[in-house]
């Protein structure tokens, strides 16, 4: 059968850990740490930082990516620690999208260790897209040493939540013919972009499945969470028009601000105004570039400065302050857990040209007119001075 899109979504199976085991069995350790307790992050020594990564020894004490080295020392006395190898990293995903390039011009990198590659219309070249993907597992595996997950769609969205299904190296699909079996079963947090948040609002309303979403109203989605409820519901019907990127059209450099208090944070209210006042920033940095962003990040170090940070991938690109501190504000709220903070950082990256535009399946409302009140207050800031204008919520 003929099918108009053909997508699949190469993920990296424990990425940071199993570059590290394949580099230390390269040169000499006689342990495959993927195969014991081991996790990547922060110092060995003085069990300062948070788990990056972890192995699946390491799953089987309940050790957690994001919690403090300490924390995890705690439950598994014997845990190996690696620091993390931020240039063996970069090289190896180099290294991976280079066999990938064999196979497609067509790829995006959504992340250090996930990318999309597009081969539809590719029926004349590649006959059974299955035996492709076994191909390009097993080459990785056999050239590189370490695993990947595979998935395979008819859109991004349908290929990234296939290639979620079971680790580690394992291929699986999910067509559309195939959401019904397959997705709508999950639980409903196993939807791509559902975070804590939005699935706690869920739930409050017996929204417990993904299929339970699909078979909502889409109106009452929308008022219940606002326009990304209707980015939920239209993923939960395996809709998704998003195209690929090709890398070669993305900067993959990045624009960020931080903000060190000389106080500590201990509330949600003055983060958020800290949100704003960085947001601002780096929303007027990035539309002086003439970019847009597809992630926005934002990090944030607790009053021993250790830092933790989180990411999001957009639907569609963006340079508008109000969307970027929205996201960043959605993220802070489900990464911070209470802690005192004395640093606020919000980055954007995956930069494009502000001529390419993502093609998306709903318009902001209001749209034209943030982007043209941020027109608006470049202009004075531009003129009259960088504090010459705030945002209400920043006047005391």
């Not at 230390?24 to 990547?40: A, T």
């Not at 497609?104 to 990198?109: A, C, F, K, N, V």
């Not at 370490?146 to 299904?165: C, E, R, Y």
């Not at 934002?298 to 929205?326: A, H, P």
Request: charged fraction near 30%.
């Amino acid at each position: 059968m003929r099918r108009q899109r053909l997508i699949f979504h190469i993920d990296v199976n424990s990425a940071f850990l199993s570059w590290t085991a394949v580099y230390l069995l390269k040169n000499g350790n006689e342990v495959d740490i993927r195969k014991i307790p081991s996790v990547i992050g922060g110092d060995p020594h003085n069990r300062r930082g948070v788990v990056l990564a972890k192995s699946e020894e390491a799953k089987k004490y309940n050790i957690n990516t994001g919690e403090t080295l300490f924390s995890a020392f705690r439950k598994c006395p014997n845990l190996r620690v690696e620091s993390p190898y931020f240039d063996l990293y970069k090289r190896c995903s180099n290294a991976m999208i280079n066999i990938l390039e064999e196979y497609t011009p067509l790829i995006q990198r959504y992340s250090i260790d996930e990318c999309f590659l597009d081969f539809s219309n590719m029926e004349h070249i590649y006959k059974d897209y299955y035996t492709v993907a076994k191909e390009i597992s097993k080459r990785i595996y056999r050239e590189l040493g370490f695993t990947v997950n595979i998935g395979i769609g008819d859109n991004k969205l349908l290929a990234k939540m296939a290639s979620d299904f079971e680790k580690p190296n394992k291929i699986h699909t999910l067509f559309k013919s195939e959401i019904k079996d397959k997705m709508w079963p999950l639980p409903i947090e196993k939807l791509f972009m559902v975070g804590t948040v939005s699935a706690k609002k869920l739930k409050n309303v017996n929204i417990n499945t993904i299929g339970d979403l699909a078979s909502c109203d889409k109106e009452f989605i929308q008022y219940l969470l606002k326009s990304h409820g209707i980015i939920l519901w239209e993923y939960a019907k395996g809709i998704d028009k998003s195209p690929i990127i090709n890398r070669d059209e993305v900067d993959i450099k990045s624009i960020s601000n931080s903000t060190t208090t000389p106080h500590d944070i201990i509330t949600e209210e003055e983060a958020i105004k800290v949100i704003l006042g960085i947001s601002e920033n780096v929303g007027r940095r990035i539309r002086q570039e003439g970019k847009k962003a597809f992630v926005i990040s934002i990090t944030l170090k607790n009053k021993d400065f250790i830092s933790r940070g989180k990411q999001k991938m957009l639907v569609e690109s963006t340079n508008c302050t109000e969307t970027i501190f929205r996201e960043a504000c959605d993220l802070f709220k489900e990464f911070w857990i209470g802690e005192p903070l004395r640093l606020i950082g919000v980055g954007l990256s995956e930069l494009t040209k502000d001529s390419i535009e993502q093609l998306s399946f709903f318009s902001y409302e209001g749209k034209n007119k943030t982007e043209n009140l941020d027109k608006t207050m470049d202009t004075l800031r531009n003129k009259y001075g960088e504090n010459s204008i705030k945002r209400s919520t920043l006047i005391k």
